[in-house]
């Protein structure tokens, strides 16, 4: 029997879910789990919960700042934060969307590219002509991701998976649910594996 997914909820904006995203499929290689990908908008959540961008927030930002350089250099991923941060990320995530519909063997692959053109280029991704060129450079027609970009049913498509992220509770990125267990953060990724491969404790 087909074991179920890892959840895995994330923003394009978020510095902490650029290097999930670098770690996840790994870990579900690892725990033979599929990992299903979801991009959400935290400004939404952000809403419901109260907070605010993190890097933005008194004390824990400088903080996160350097924790964030120094967690990329022990995964040996580059990092760099993008011109305009924090920015939107509505382009992004409806690109994302389109191509698990168009092109899913491929989408969590344009997912990459856009996060590393983020936070390892340090280039804003806001515009969705900036998106459509990083989705053009990774092998998408540019073309129709500038077009699903704008379109109704996509927007209404990530709207409807960032009200059910939060009626899952999710609260923020990275989020991941798996067997209907919650965690969240980045540093949570060794409790996951564990969680799964041990059953639970």
């Known amino acids: 029997m087909t074991k179920p997914p890892i959840a895995f909820y994330f923003d394009f904006s978020s510095p902490y879910g650029y290097i999930a995203a670098h770690r996840i499929e ?17 400004g939404v959540v952000f809403k419901e ?35 305009g941060f924090p920015m939107a990320t509505m382009a992004a995530a409806r690109a994302f969307y389109w191509a698990t519909d ?22 804003n991704i806001t515009r969705a002509e900036t998106v459509a060129e990083i989705a053009g450079r990774a092998g998408f027609d540019a073309g129709a991701v500038t077009a699903a970009i704008a379109d109704p049913a996509i927007k209404e498509r990530l709207k409807a998976e960032t009200d059910a992220a939060i009626a899952k509770g999710v609260f923020g990125s990275p989020y991941f649910i798996v067997d209907g267990e919650p965690f969240w953060g980045h540093d949570r990724l060794a409790d996951l594996q564990d969680w799964i491969q041990g059953g639970g404790w």
């Open 26 to 42: 790994a870990l579900g290689v690892a725990t033979g789990r599929r990992v299903d990908w979801h991009p959400i908008l935290l």
């Open 49 to 83: 919960t109260g907070q605010s961008p993190l890097l933005t927030q008194k004390l824990r930002g400088p903080y996160h700042a350097h924790d964030l350089a120094r967690t990329a250099r022990r995964f040996g991923i580059p990092f760099r934060l993008p011109e």
């Open 102 to 123: 168009t092109a899913p063997d491929r989408a969590k692959a344009l997912a990459l590219a856009l996060f590393d053109a983020a936070f390892a280029a340090g280039i």
